[in-house]
């Protein structure tokens, strides 16, 4: 299942970084030079590509929970993991879709001292609906997925320093990146959205400025979270090491022996691996992301 997620989070954080062209040329002109179906078009790919992202990740830790900590059942479920993985990114996609509907259909261009504002404009009287989406999105789309990791990932670490493994280690410091990542790139963007959305930051020229300005900054430390989570998700990954080194040996970059060599020293230690909450199950934690 995880390969499935990952699979989706590449493509959702993909189609997030293709609109910084965009958004860097409109934060730095302070207009929007595209035109109305552009605008609309980069800001609703923004916004589902954003909160997808959030809930693939969300995925993945359960995935990783049931896998380590369930073993059994993880054991039992193996026939029909192709099935729940697929449901399960229908819903997300649906999910992301439905919490991106305010950037749908409101986004627009107008033009404002005489510039040209790409933004999510809602009416007078369409500003209590705005609000009440936002709260959804960011609970949902952030507080959901968050806790959500936390949890899976504090009794998986649980679960881990109970064993004996040498490699539970290299586990446990591929989990800490994920969680620190996940809050220092992601946080403040959320904090922000919040605080706006409450109305703490203030309504005068002035702070708004100092709210675009926040909004931007922190805005972009979430896209280096996309730009961070191949790193985490795949690289540290035992298959995808594998696959690389296929290709490897593949283009003639590395020997037949050499790649022989290697194989057969990750399976003589995914032999030696046995879980600490007494399962029958082999996995291997180094290959748990």
């Not at 209590?128 to 959901?144: E, H, Y």
């Not at 586990?171 to 994920?178: D, G, P, S």
Request: with cysteine.
């Amino acid at each position: 299942m995880t390969d499935v997620f990952l699979l989706n989070l590449a493509m959702a954080d993909l189609f997030l970084l293709l609109t910084i062209p965009f958004k860097a040329t409109y934060m730095v002109l302070g207009s929007w030079v595209f035109g109305m179906p552009l605008c609309k078009i980069t800001c609703s790919l923004y916004a589902i590509n954003f909160y997808s992202g959030f809930l693939f990740l969300a995925c993945i830790s359960i995935d990783r929970y049931v896998v380590i900590v369930m073993a059994t059942m993880a054991h039992k479920l193996r026939n029909k993991t192709v099935v729940y993985s697929k449901r399960c990114t229908v819903l997300v996609w649906v999910a992301s879709i439905l919490l991106s509907l305010p950037e749908i259909i409101f986004t627009t261009v107008e033009a404002r001292d005489g510039d040209l504002l790409c933004e999510t404009l809602l009416t007078e009287e369409s500003l209590s609906i705005k609000a009440w989406t936002r709260l959804a999105q960011i609970t949902v789309g952030f507080c959901v997925p968050f806790f959500v990791m936390l949890f899976c990932y504090s009794v998986i670490i649980r679960t881990l320093l109970k064993g004996r493994r040498f490699e539970k280690h290299k586990a446990l410091r591929v989990i800490l990146a994920l969680v620190l990542v996940f809050v220092i790139f992601q946080l403040p963007y959320s904090v922000v959205l919040f605080l706006k959305t409450a109305g703490l930051l203030g309504t005068s020229c002035s702070d708004w400025h100092n709210t675009l300005v926040a909004e931007y900054v922190t805005g972009s430390l979430a896209f280096i979270r996309c730009c961070l989570n191949p790193l985490l998700y795949a690289f540290v990954g035992v298959r995808f090491r594998n696959d690389v080194l296929l290709l490897l040996r593949d283009l003639h970059c590395i020997s037949r022996a050499q790649y022989s060599c290697y194989i057969a020293a990750r399976a003589g230690s995914s032999k030696r691996l046995s879980f600490a909450s007494g399962s029958a199950a082999n996995t291997d934690t180094s290959s748990m992301f």
